[in-house]
């Protein structure tokens, strides 16, 4: 323990956490966020932390195995900075919950945003963030790209949709902000994402470049309600979006790149002073319109602190060789790059003090709390409260104790912020546990003609039939098979395991309910919530019909 405080304070109080003796490119470097494509720090990162002294790095699920692995590491990366003579690393995830988490084994992984207002608790939405950012502080991990302080008012949302707290702008504050607060209490930077909003687009920036055509005023009255409150909370961090906001940027610039919107806007009329980070420039948005290594010199310039480049080494040394010249050639002065420099270490002080943040090895005290049962029991918590019950008009639930046929939809990476998602753990599982005669059929989340006749064979001697449904306004097969079930007399109990507003494709069905994510622990819950192990006292955090509006349940509106 005293070694590893001693080795600390020597990188706290080198000359590289001051901003006095810094190389232009040890400044430079301190601006680029990069990620790499192994278990062990391998040779890419370890020269642009070394070489090219970056300062930080971004983990994803092609670097997690588990906990201990993940905890050596991080250390491991660490130790790269220390030797380096550098600034310890900012070391980030997106470890929103739910459906986008990057490790899911041996954590208490929590509910995503939309399951947590679901449950209606704003105490919940703290406790989740707290208990979270307990766990990635164990793990070496001192930055998470959450909350996401999007407002999901628009249903066709590719890519937002259940990390999403809801559609109601001051819920999403109240929610966020709690958040917030929870994660820098566990000592992990929070970043609120994506400014200035990412809610309604129907077009995913990772794939093009999304517009937002509404005028200043709407902007004002929703998407940045829960931004004004998060840089009021204190928020340490700010991500851009990709997305072009004609009403503040006539340029036809994305916000990442718009100088209008990230000085202008979030620095100059919201009053924020923390760090702003850019969504990955490798995202189609940028990459296919302005090209990600000039792209990185119009970030800075536009008053980003940091530039996250997720994939390439390529690029990442592209855009630090482009920013440097930058400066060198005058585009961009020396005193832009020194103000965020200042930023930076100033939030490293604050944040990487002392502890697992900037150790070289994490504390194993601390490593023991990760999964404990006491966490997991908050996630159970969590996750039970948000199960939603929008209709019951025959009365099919509880389920009862006869032969049942459960359809189960595969989870599927509905985006690139999904990642992969494999869970092994099924609904049919997860009510069998529960104690019903289940028998199951695994189906795809775009299920074709021959399967669908196959499963209306198997239906037929039937008496009570589930389907779990993932996202079914974008799969039309699944709306055809709750339809084909219903002409054969069925009267199928609904589950939606993502996003709620499956219910606009079959509004016939009569019993519906919605648990907002697949993870194990979200079966588990709808499951008990079925067979009435557990009332089903969740509310609609979005509007899925004028007969379900937002804070609907079962026993009528919050």
Request: a negative charge; charged letters at 20%; glycine letters at 8%.
């Amino acid at each position: 323990m005293e070694r590893r405080e001693a080795a600390i304070f020597v990188v706290r109080r080198g000359s590289m956490m001051e901003l006095a003796g810094m190389t232009l490119e040890e400044k430079v470097g301190q601006l680029i966020q990069a990620g790499f494509h192994s278990l062990e720090p391998d040779e890419h990162i370890l020269e642009l932390i070394e070489r090219r002294r970056i300062g930080g790095v971004i983990l994803f699920t092609r670097n997690v195995q588990d906990p201990a692995q993940v905890a050596a590491l991080t250390g491991k990366l660490q130790e790269a900075a220390q030797r380096a003579g550098t600034a310890p690393l900012w070391i980030s995830i997106d470890q929103e919950g739910g459906m986008v988490a990057r490790i899911t084994e041996g954590v208490a992984l929590m509910p995503g945003a939309m399951a947590i207002a679901a449950g209606g608790s704003v105490e919940a939405a703290y406790e989740a963030a707290l208990v979270a950012g307990r766990e990635l502080r164990a793990l070496g991990i001192n930055m998470n790209f959450a909350p996401d302080l999007d407002i999901n008012n628009n249903p066709a949302n590719p890519v937002i949709g259940v990390r999403s707290f809801g559609e109601a702008p001051e819920a999403v504050a109240e929610y966020g902000s709690a958040s917030i607060r929870g994660f820098q209490d566990a000592g992990v930077s929070a970043t609120a994402k994506h400014f200035p909003g990412h809610g309604d687009t129907n077009t995913d920036s990772h794939l093009d470049l999304p517009t937002i055509p509404h005028s200043r005023g709407r902007i004002e009255a929703v998407e940045l309600v829960p931004f004004r409150r998060a840089v009021a909370e204190g928020v340490d961090a700010v991500m851009s979006s990709h997305i072009v906001f004609p009403a503040f940027e006539p340029e036809r610039l994305p916000a990442t790149l718009s100088r209008r919107v990230l000085t202008g806007l979030l620095r100059e009329e919201l009053g924020f002073d923390g760090v702003i980070v850019t969504d990955c420039m490798e995202m189609q948005a940028i990459a296919d319109h302005y090209g990600t290594v000039q792209a990185a010199v119009l970030a800075v310039e536009a008053g980003a602190d940091i530039v996250l480049i997720s994939h390439s080494r390529e690029l990442q040394e592209g855009a630090l060789d482009a920013l440097l010249e930058a400066v060198r050639s005058g585009r961009i002065s020396e005193e832009r790059i020194d103000a965020s420099v200042r930023r930076l270490l100033a939030l490293k002080r604050k944040r990487l003090a002392a502890g697992t943040g900037g150790a070289p090895e994490p504390h194993e005290a601390a490593l023991r709390l990760v999964g404990c049962e006491a966490h997991r029991q908050t996630a159970r918590r969590i996750s039970e409260a948000s199960v939603t019950l929008v209709k019951d008009e025959e009365g099919l639930l509880p389920l009862r104790h006869i032969p049942t046929l459960v359809i189960h939809t595969s989870a599927v990476a509905t985006s690139i912020a999904d990642e992969a998602v494999d869970i092994p753990h099924t609904f049919g599982k997860a009510l069998a546990a529960q104690g019903l005669d289940v028998v199951e059929r695994i189906i795809p989340v775009s299920p074709d003609g021959e399967a669908l006749q196959a499963l209306l064979t198997q239906a037929e001697p039937f008496g009570q039939v589930v389907v779990s449904t993932y996202n079914a306004s974008f799969y039309p097969g699944q709306v055809r098979l709750i339809e084909a079930l219903q002409s054969l007399g069925k009267r199928p109990v609904v589950v939606a395991l993502r996003n709620p507003y499956d219910l606009r494709e079959f509004p016939g069905v009569s019993t519906y309910a919605a648990v907002y994510e697949s993870r194990p622990l979200a079966l588990e819950s709808a499951a008990k919530g079925l067979t009435g192990a557990i009332p089903m006292r969740g509310k609609l955090p979005v509007t899925v019909s004028e007969a379900y509006p937002v804070g609907w349940g079962a026993d009528g509106p919050c």
